[in-house]
């Protein structure tokens, strides 16, 4: 009968074997270190890969001493080791004794020639670059659907002002992932979105290199609609951060770039609402000013006419600040109709102060008009030729005049004069 034996006995039996087998104890591996990752206690773990395989490997802080050099991401090694068991995950992994260098990782390598040829075509030039819109109404965004890209990105734009979400999922690992991400890019665009967030969450260079291969970067860079690139972490760079009219740190940083923050907009319009409003007073305070001193210059015979005219223009120009009132409101309502209640009753405000702003002043100039004091017992008098008398010395006995009061003209004879003394 067979020997049943535990978990933890069949990982001990293994390492066992594994660490004493001559064929993976004492030997020299090739490989490209990637996903280095030091930790507080002096210890390297790290993946050590060529193009076929990979393993876990480790490097003890006893053995950091034998090595004249810092390891990094995407250099070539030759690490001399052996290969041994984790008993407690059941996971096998290369023991670093010792290491050498052997070049550039060969995915640096193509990284680096790619970039130099996309940069010398001019595709990462800021003037190319496409300028994000103010108030975008439909965001694309091309990821994974089960990352947390996408759920990090409608949060963020919940607790902003609102757009809608259009998801082009996307395959954004392994072989295949450019043609799904270039693809995404190619549909969104057809759809009509305002602007493209393309990314993936953090992880090594093999993780994240479909966005450093060409056919991502050209669909970027072909996009008519601006594209956000939000690869990795703030520390990782791509070709796609390179091509993309705006790189943000992560896929948060990319949702708060695209959408402005409620709060800011309200404050926005409520900075235009005083300034408009300020305006409009000016406006009318001016007027009110030359209607005073055309009181006092026009004669009684053109004053009419004049202050029709500028009546006139007054009204016109009230009606355009108060119709460039209410489509500034009506703009806004279009774009915040989604935005809290307080946007609606905030407009009518505006609205309505401002009307009665201009109802308010209206009425005190037409207080101003000359003719209108002729219906309280005044009048205007002026010789034959229209000319206005406003002195007793400037008439003689026997001349003739015309007093205009509000409803006709009466001509009269001077009959005495009698001066101030």
């Known amino acids: 009968m067979a020997e049943t034996i535990t978990v933890t006995q069949l990982n001990t039996r293994v390492k066992s074997i594994i660490t004493s087998s001559p064929a993976v104890n004492d030997v020299w591996v090739l490989g490209e270190i990637s996903n280095l990752k030091k930790y507080s206690s002096g210890h390297y773990y790290f993946t050590l890969k060529d193009n076929g395989s990979e393993i876990r490997g480790v490097l003890f802080k006893s053995s950091r001493g034998r090595i004249d050099f810092e390891p990094q991401d995407n250099i070539k090694v ?23 260098k052997s070049g550039v990782g060969d995915l640096y390598l193509a990284y680096e020639a790619l970039k130099k ?8 030039d800021q003037s190319k670059k496409k300028k994000l819109p103010i108030y975008p109404k439909i965001i694309g965004v091309v990821t994974s659907p089960t990352g947390a890209v996408i759920h990090d990105i409608i949060t963020t734009s919940g607790q902003r002002f609102p757009a809608d979400i259009l998801l082009a999922p996307a395959q954004v690992q392994g072989e295949g992932s450019a043609e ?21 969450g953090g992880g090594s260079i093999e993780d994240l290199w479909a966005f450093n291969e ?45 959408l402005r923050d409620r709060k800011e907009v309200i404050k926005q319009l409520d900075t235009d609402t005083v300034r408009l409003t300020r305006s409009l007073f000016n406006v009318i305070d001016k007027m009110r000013s030359r209607f005073n001193i055309l009181d006092s210059k026009l004669s009684p015979k053109r004053a009419e006419e004049r202050v029709a005219m500028y009546s006139m223009r007054l009204d ?7 119709s460039f009132l209410k489509d500034k409101v009506e703009i806004m309502r279009r774009k915040y109709i989604v935005l809290d209640s307080r946007l609606e009753p905030l407009a009518k405000n505006i609205v309505d102060n401002g009307m009665s702003a201009i109802d308010q002043y209206s009425k005190r ?15 205007f008098i002026t010789d034959k030729k229209g000319k206005t008398l406003t002195s007793a010395t400037a008439v003689k006995i026997g001349s003739d005049i015309n007093i205009r009061m509000k409803d006709g003209i009466i001509n009269a004879e001077i009959k005495k004069v009698e001066l101030k003394k």
């Not at 995950?89 to 290369?94: D, K, T």
């Not at 799904?180 to 993936?200: T, W, Y």
């Open 117 to 124: 040829k996309l940069e010398a075509e001019g595709l990462f």
């Open 78 to 100: 030759t690490a001399f080791g052996h290969v041994d068991l984790y008993v407690e995950r059941g996971s096998y992994q290369f023991i670093v004794e010792t290491m050498k």
């Open 180 to 200: 799904s991400i270039a693809a995404g890019i190619e549909l969104l665009n057809k759809a009509g979105v305002d602007v493209i967030i393309v990314g993936r």
């Open 316 to 322: 016109e120009i009230s009606s355009k600040m108060a």
């Open 214 to 258: 060409e056919l991502t970067a050209r669909a970027i860079a072909g996009s008519k609609v601006p594209i956000i690139s939000a690869v990795g972490h703030e520390t990782d760079f791509t070709i796609a951060d390179l091509v993309a009219d705006v790189r943000a740190p992560t896929p948060t940083g990319a949702a708060e770039m695209a």
């Open 365 to 379: 100039l037409e207080g101003l008009n000359p003719y209108n004091v002729l219906g309280r017992g005044y009048s």
